[in-house]
């Protein structure tokens, strides 16, 4: 089955500098990869996601990538700020089979 | 985004007695829907799969005698911890899949404290 890897575990940043969240997949037919932001005490938010036929997408300060041949994907806060300190899952999914990275825990200080 | 509400948000109860949680789509029809388990600063772990109309899939490892899955409707699925015991306390989280092609978006509950005494 799909096996999906998340570093670093732990991030801490700066508050206006950039973070960088990695992901790596097994199963080459995982077909989409979402973000999920989840903040203590509350269930996983979906930040944004992307699918297999696209290489980048952002939305506002967030942006992901996919490298479909490395099978890798990252995500990419820009301008952080201490709000958006939180644990960040990566999945990687395959027809609807959805697996979860081990979280990240981003710490942005002011 | 779609809306998953999911009470209640903290459940304190006495060991032996069972305890259920409800999980709603609110403004979408769910024929999916999946129950999570998470530990402190740990990832989900995947308990179960609720499909309307249908017997849930449990994951393995799980009991299903201990956690029961009722998806009676499109929009709600309700997971009951029976008898439960202290070291049934966690996080427990609901979601539920948008469409039902390929690559549909997941969204989540807001989860629930479960603290067995």
């Known amino acids: 089955g799909e096996n999906v890897e998340q570093h670093p575990s732990t991030l801490s940043v700066q508050e206006g500098d950039s973070a960088v969240i990695k992901c790596t997949y097994s199963d080459s037919a995982s077909n989409y990869f979402p973000w999920y932001k989840q903040e203590l005490g509350k269930g996983p938010q979906l930040i944004i996601d992307i699918r297999s036929n696209v290489g980048e997408k952002k939305d506002q300060r967030i942006a992901v990538t996919l490298n479909k041949t490395a099978k890798h994907f990252s995500l990419h806060i820009t301008e952080t700020q201490p709000e958006d300190s939180a644990v960040y899952f990566c999945a990687a999914s395959i027809n609807n089979d959805m697996r979860f990275g081990a979280g990240t825990r981003l710490t942005v200080k002011p | 985004g779609a809306v998953v509400s999911q009470h209640p948000s903290w459940v304190i109860c006495k060991s032996g007695t069972s305890v259920k949680i409800e999980c709603r789509s609110l403004d979408f029809q769910a024929t999916t829907m999946f129950w999570y388990r998470q530990f402190p600063k740990q990832s989900l772990m995947l308990m179960a799969t609720?499909?309307?109309?249908?017997?849930?899939?449990?994951e393995q490892g799980v009991e299903k005698d201990k956690f029961l899955i009722n998806h009676a409707s499109l929009t709600l699925s309700t997971l009951t911890v029976t008898s439960a015991h202290p070291e049934d306390s966690s996080f427990y989280i609901c979601?539920?899949?948008?469409?039902?092609?390929?690559?549909?978006?997941?969204?989540f509950g807001s989860g629930t404290q479960l603290s067995v005494l």
């Open positions: 979601s539920a899949r948008l469409g039902r092609g390929p690559g549909e978006k997941l969204f």
């Open positions: 609720s499909n309307e109309g249908s017997k849930a899939t449990y």
